[in-house]
C-alpha cells in the first residue's frame, strides 16, 4: 500500500510539479488549493502527511497546521515557504510542523525529508499500537504484572490464574532476570489470601546462621545476641504466603525444617520445644538445575517433590523474542514519564538491535537498556547510539538467523519469515524473492503469524541515512 501525500498550495505550477515529483518516488498524491479544500480532503482520504504553503488565500498555512495538529496530531507537516516567510516557518515549526522547505525547492532535499517524516510518522504510529496491545494484555491478565504475547507467556499467565485459588506448593523455575518475583506476586495476589501477608524471603543475602532464625524465629537467650523472643518469616506469613527465593541455595539443616513446614505445617522457634502451627502458602524460586543439585547430594529429593508440586518455568526472552516490542515499549513510555521525556518510539535501527542481542540478563537487562537509553536520547526517538555499545552493535548481526534446537516447525517458519522481512527492510516483494515463495503465500503467512503489526518491521520508506 503506497503512502499519500497532501500537497496544498494556491500556485497550480507547484501544486503539478510537486505532486509530479513525489508519484515518480512512489507515492500517492493527493492536491489542495487552499487549506479549506485540504481539511476535506484529510476527512474522506487517509493522509500520511501534508505539504503545505504559508501564504494562501481563504485558509492559511498557519491556521491549516493549527487544524491539523489538533485533529491529526500524528500526521506530520512540512511547511513550504519562501525566503522572506523563513521566520514564520521556524514558527510554525514551534507550533508543531515537522519540518521546512525554502522556494526554489530542491527535490532531493525534499524527497529525504519525507522519508524521514513518514519513518518518523510509522515509529509514532507503532509505539502507540503497541502500547495499546499492552493495555489489552494487561487488562486480559488482569493482576499479573507480566507483559508479553507469546504462548510461552500465555501458558504462564494461564498457569497463574489455575494455581493462585489453591494452597498447592509452586516452584518457579528460570534464569536470573526472567520475572519470578512478578510470578511469586502474582499467585499471591490473584489468591483468596491476597489480604493476608506476603513474607518474602531472599535466602542467597542471608547467611547460614542468620537464614534459620529468620526463617523460624528464635527465643530469648538462643544464642549469643538474642536479647528477646523474635518472630520467624514463616511464623509471620500465618495465614497468607511466604516466597522463598533462591531456594536452591539454602543449608541441608535447614531443608529439613523447611520439608517439616511443608510436612506437618508445624516448626519451632530456634532455642524453642513449643511446636508452632501456621497455615502458609509456600512459593519457591530458583534459577539452578533442581535435579542436578539433588544428584550432587546438595538438595534433599523429597523437599524438592514437596515444592514442585507445580511447576511455572519462565523461558528466558531469547526463546520468546515477539515479546521484546512488547517489553520495549513498555518500559519506554515507565522511563519517559519518570524522566519527564516526551520520547515517542524507537528507531528501526535501534529495533533490531535489541530484537538481535541475546540479552543474558534477560528482562532485567531489557528493562535497564530502556531506561539507559531514555536517560541519554536527546530526541523524540530511541536511536542506535542509544544504545550501550555491546546492544547497539547486535544491529549488525542481521544476515544470519539462529533456531535454538528443540524449535517447532511452526515456530521456525515464523522466525525465518520475521528475520527475512527484517533483513528486506520490510520489503514484501525482496522477501518471497529471498524465500523463493509466492507473495500471495507470503502475505498469508505474515497473516496466520499475526506478523502484520510488529514494529521490527522496517519501514521499505524509510530514509537511506536513518
Known amino acids: 500500500m503506497k503512502f499519500q501525500i ?8 507547484i501544486r503539478l510539479g510537486l505532486s509530479k515529483a513525489l508519484e515518480l518516488d512512489g507515492y500517492e498524491v493527493f492536491v489542495a ?15 500520511d502527511l501534508v505539504l503545505t504553503d504559508l501564504r494562501m488565500p481563504k485558509v492559511s498555512g498557519e491556521e491549516l497546521l493549527k487544524k491539523l495538529s489538533s485533529a491529526y496530531p500524528t500526521v506530520p507537516v512540512i511547511i513550504l515557504t519562501g525566503h522572506g516567510t523563513v521566520e514564520n516557518a521556524v514558527n510554525a515549526m514551534r507550533d508543531g510542523a515537522y519540518d521546512f522547505l525554502t522556494k526554489p525547492l530542491n527535490l532531493d532535499r525534499l524527497s529525504l525529508l519525507v522519508k524521514r517524516a513518514l519513518s518518523s510518522r510509522e515509529m509514532v504510529l507503532k509505539h502507540r499500537e503497541l502500547q495499546e496491545e499492552i493495555k489489552k494484555l494487561e487488562n486480559r491478565k488482569n493482576k499479573t504484572n507480566f507483559i508479553g504475547k507469546s504462548s510461552q507467556m500465555q501458558r504462564v499467565f494461564d498457569l497463574i490464574q489455575q494455581v493462585a485459588s489453591t494452597k498447592a506448593s509452586v516452584l518457579i523455575t528460570g534464569e536470573s532476570g526472567v520475572g519470578k518475583e512478578l510470578v511469586a506476586d502474582a499467585i499471591h495476589e490473584s489468591s483468596q ?6 513474607i518474602k524471603v531472599h535466602c542467597a543475602a542471608l547467611s547460614e546462621s542468620l537464614l534459620e532464625s529468620e526463617l523460624f524465629g528464635h527465643e530469648k537467650g538462643a544464642f549469643t545476641g538474642a536479647a528477646q523472643q523474635r518472630k520467624g518469616r514463616f511464623e509471620m506469613s500465618d495465614g497468607g504466603s511466604i516466597f522463598l527465593d533462591e531456594i536452591g541455595e539454602i543449608n541441608p539443616s535447614v531443608q529439613i525444617k523447611i520439608l517439616r513446614v511443608l510436612q506437618e505445617r508445624e516448626f519451632e522457634r530456634v532455642g524453642g520445644n513449643r511446636p508452632i502451627s501456621i497455615d502458609t502458602r509456600i512459593i519457591a524460586a530458583t534459577n539452578r538445575d533442581l535435579k542436578n543439585e539433588i544428584a550432587e547430594g546438595n538438595f534433599r529429593e523429597d523437599l524438592y517433590y514437596r515444592l514442585n508440586v507445580v511447576n511455572i518455568h519462565i523461558p528466558p526472552i531469547r526463546e520468546r523474542k515477539e515479546d521484546i516490542p512488547l517489553l520495549a515499549s513498555a518500559f519506554l513510555k515507565e522511563f519517559s514519564e519518570e524522566n519527564n521525556k516526551a520520547i515517542e518510539g524507537i528507531d528501526n535501527k535501534a529495533a533490531m538491535a535489541l530484537y538481535n542481542y541475546s540479552w543474558p540478563g534477560n528482562v532485567r537487562e531489557l528493562r535497564n537498556c530502556m531506561e539507559s537509553a531514555v536517560v541519554l536520547s536527546r530526541g523524540h526517538f530511541i536511536m542506535l547510539h542509544d544504545l550501550p555499545p555491546d546492544i547497539s ?7 544470519s538467523i539462529r533456531i535454538p534446537m528443540g524449535t517447532t516447525m511452526a515456530e521456525s517458519e515464523k522466525l525465518i519469515i520475521r528475520s527475512t522481512l527484517n533483513f528486506a527492510g520490510g520489503n514484501k516483494s525482496k522477501t518471497s524473492e529471498i524465500l523463493g515463495i509466492g507473495r500471495k503465500t507470503l502475505h498469508r ?4 503469524y499475526g506478523l502484520e503489526d510488529e514494529f521490527l518491521k522496517t519501514s521499505k520508506q524509510e530514509a537511506s541515512d536513518g
Not at 487549506?35 to 480532503?41: D, V
Not at 489470601?193 to 506476603?198: H, L, S
Not at 552493535?393 to 544476515?399: L, N, Q, V
Request: charged share 40%.
Open 6 to 13: 497532501l500537497v496544498v498550495d494556491d500556485e497550480k505550477n
Open 33 to 47: 488549493e487552499d487549506g479549506s479544500e485540504a481539511m476535506k480532503i484529510m476527512v474522506k482520504a487517509n493522509i
Open 193 to 198: 489470601r491476597v489480604d493476608k501477608p506476603f
Open 393 to 399: 552493535a547486535s544491529a549488525e548481526d542481521s544476515s
Open 445 to 448: 503467512k505474515i497473516h496466520d
